[in-house]
């Protein structure tokens, strides 16, 4: 009941702050996600995962201002999002706040195997939704690197290429552009300033199509062959160790030894090659390559989507200047 409270007057709040007229909105597409929220596959284990750029502190909750009301009532079509130890859950009152609205504690520095990460795998085996900033923290437009007229997102964490990978069965993957909240919530203002929004600011708030799984396993592939155009067609060699013996759904959570869920499955099925080495060091460098090029193609997914809403240098502002 306090979760569902705390989404409602949260909800409702972004709700009333986006339809005031302080501000703009512009949606797209936003029945890709409505669809996927709604999709039957959910109750058989299918999650949902969002992931964004991260441009400013009001990126969620305002964003999800933009729902259906109803949709803060169900815990299953309310997001679960990770957020960091150090930023939202310093002291009680906070913590308890956050964690009743589906947040999960995530430590800096902890690395991709902590219990955070877990749990998100876990709600989406269960056809929960999962919301990731791919970049772990706010990088606003004008911090972007570039080359020759074109802008890139920083790195996304490797998390997550590990959340999508380790669930049990394919999630509907949807990436999110966001545009417009660096404006309404600049950083490094000088206090007071800097906790109060800007007003008369124009929000974008963009869904792209579902990434296929069969993308995801067809780009792993091909890279896989580039590396080791040996292992490209060979079967796997009787008596040598490999890192997936037989599909294992959901086997190994937590083991950055091992490669589970439905990647794990797919490389099982096609006969567990992606690595052929009984070194424990080798197999960890090999799988932390899978989930760094996993993790690649989200990023390119959400920067194909971002430059198709604010231009080459992922910036409206740069944009309508042109």
Same mark, same amino acid.
């Given at each position: ?20 007229? %302080? ?24 999650? #949902?995962?969002?992931?964004?750029? +991260? ?10 201002? #933009?729902?259906?009301?109803? %949709? ?9 999002? %990770? ?18 609205? =589906?947040?999960?504690?995530? +430590? ?16 989406? $085996?269960?056809?929960?939704?999962? +919301? ?6 706010? $990088? ?12 890139? *997102? ?29 404006? %309404? ?35 792993? $592939? ?16 009787? /008596?040598?160790?490999?890192?997936? =013996? ?6 190994? *959570?937590?083991?950055? +030894?091992?490669?589970? /869920?439905? #990647? ?44 198709? #809403? ?5 910036? $409206? ?6």
């Amino acid at each position: 009941m306090a979760s569902t409270a705390i989404a409602v007057a949260t909800g409702l709040t972004c709700k009333a702050f986006l339809n005031s007229g %302080l501000c703009s909105l512009s949606v797209s597409n936003l029945s890709v996600l409505l669809d996927a929220l709604k999709s039957e596959q959910r109750s058989n284990g299918r999650g #949902v995962v969002t992931v964004a750029n +991260h441009i400013s502190v009001l990126d969620d909750p305002v964003t999800w201002g #933009v729902l259906p009301t109803k %949709l803060y009532l169900k815990a299953n079509t309310r997001r679960w999002a %990770l957020g960091a130890s150090d930023i939202i859950f310093t002291n009680p009152l906070f913590s308890a706040f956050f964690r009743a609205g =589906q947040v999960l504690e995530t +430590h800096r520095g902890a690395g991709i195997f902590q219990p955070a990460v877990d749990t998100a795998i876990h709600k989406l $085996n269960e056809g929960g939704w999962v +919301h990731l900033f791919g970049e772990g923290k706010v $990088n606003q437009p004008d911090s972007y690197p570039s080359s020759n007229g074109v802008a890139s *997102l920083p790195r996304f964490k490797w998390g997550v290429g590990r959340i999508i990978m380790e669930s049990a069965v394919p999630p509907i993957i949807i990436p999110m552009w966001l545009s417009g909240f660096d404006k %309404l919530m600049p950083e490094h203002r000088p206090f007071p300033n800097k906790y109060f929004p800007r007003m008369g600011v124009k929000l974008g708030v963009a869904f792209g199509d579902p990434i296929p799984a069969e993308d995801i396993i067809t780009a792993l $592939n091909v890279l896989r062959q580039s590396r080791n155009p040996s292992h490209s067609n060979r079967p796997p060699i009787p /008596g040598q160790d490999t890192i997936i =013996q037989e599909p294992s759904h959901g086997a190994g *959570l937590g083991d950055e +030894h091992h490669l589970g /869920g439905w #990647v794990g499955d797919a490389a099982a099925r096609a006969g567990g090659d992606l690595a052929v080495d009984p070194t424990l060091a080798a197999r960890k460098q090999q799988l932390d390559q899978v989930r760094s090029d996993v993790t690649a193609i989200i990023q390119r997914a959400v920067e194909a989507l971002g430059r198709k #809403v604010s231009g080459d240098m992922l910036d $409206n502002t740069q944009r309508t200047s042109t």
